[in-house]
């Protein structure tokens, strides 16, 4: 008996990141490739003739010409919106208010947030992405039917309690101190369990007051191997809010800066409109951005400059239900076309990094998860190149591996996903 799978497809791997060297010559191309998993975790990755000879009891898994790659990393979304996505005609602060805050409110029920947590990760997983790093609503509850559901199915997950004590409904605001004492007892319940994470997350500075912030910032340095995650600067205006929230605030990262609430685990959602002091602190603290492209355009909120990955770690995201769409893939295609409005088209190398790496990298789990590296856990999807009619007949003209995928990447969604394996598990 063995219980070593190998899965055969064409293989993309990178050795570089596509953003800091010309991307072409950051990735390795193999045709006719496989990965042996075993016990959860990659192996063995190469042509696929040596690993057959190598182990030839494994069990094979025979994707075809299907390509492999991590599975799809989501570094920001808010998994309690499953049911308002693509809710018409707002910005920002009216469609929370008139969409998001009445859809989070209904998580004070723990059996509605469960059906929404195995609703929401089926979707995730029939769209290719094996992890998301999620907000939760206020209640503790909605975070425990988030953990519980990701557990039974053997996911990498992060998320947290949003913590709001100001400007929003009364059946979704907390206190400081009850953000602070319920986060803590929801870390310490779930934080290293299995393959699940905590994140500190106050959901903006809108709507949590200095003494919330602060608060935050006080458990997140007696816990700092958590993520802290949290929006900064997505729309006009909001920073003009926040600037009148904050008068004595060098800016809207400052706001999160004077709470402890910057360092090397931050991860800012958004992050549209900085000012050059911003950037320089964010590079300065080591801290990580997540580009939201569809939902920067579907909520109306701006360009953000890719630029940035050259100095910045920089994941990508759904931003669901702000975010249009729960695939990575339309994502990578959002990301593109917002790349070319600002004279910057994201190469195809670049966009499954960004959706992969990027964003483990982001989430501080490129260790783990968000590449095929030896010794990474086995989140694994395999993408068939020719999903549907006009992909397959695009891509059947294509001159190399590249062309091949960029019709997928632009137009593909979940039909393209042929398969997807969680640490090891086919699902
Ligand atoms: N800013 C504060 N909360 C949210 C949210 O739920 N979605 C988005 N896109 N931006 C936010
Ligand atoms: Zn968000």
Known sequence: MTNKTLITGQLLTFHANPFSEAPQDAVRHERQGAILVEGGII?????????????????VADMGAALLLPGFVDAHAHYPQTEIIASWGKRLIDWLNTYTFPAEMEFGDPAHAARIAERYFDLTLSHGTTTVCSFATSHPGSVDAFFAEAQKRGLRAVTGKTCMDR????????????????SKALLERWHGVDRLEYAITPRFTPTSSRAQLHALGALWTEFPDCLMQTHLSEQIDEIAWVRDLHPQARDYLD????ADLLGPKAVFGHSIHLEPREIDRIAEAGAGLVHCPTSNTFIGSGLFDMGLARRLTVGLATDTGGGSSFSMLRTMAAAYEIG????????????????TEGSARAMHMVDRIGTLEVGSEADIIALDLGSTPAIAQRAARADDIWEQVFPTIMMGDDRAIAGVWTGGNRC
Do not use: C, F, K, V
């Not at 190469?46 to 182990?55: F, K, N, Q, V």
């Open 340 to 355: 070319q409005l600002r004279g910057n088209p994201l190469h195809p190398a670049q966009l499954l990094w960004l959706a």
């Open 167 to 182: 400007n929003a409904p009364d059946g979704l605001m907390d206190t400081a101190q009850s953000a602070y004492d319920d």
């Open 43 to 59: 192996r063995a990755t190469g042509p696929a003739e040596i690993l057959r000879a190598a182990h030839p009891q494994a069990r």
């Open 255 to 258: 706001t999160y800066e004077q």
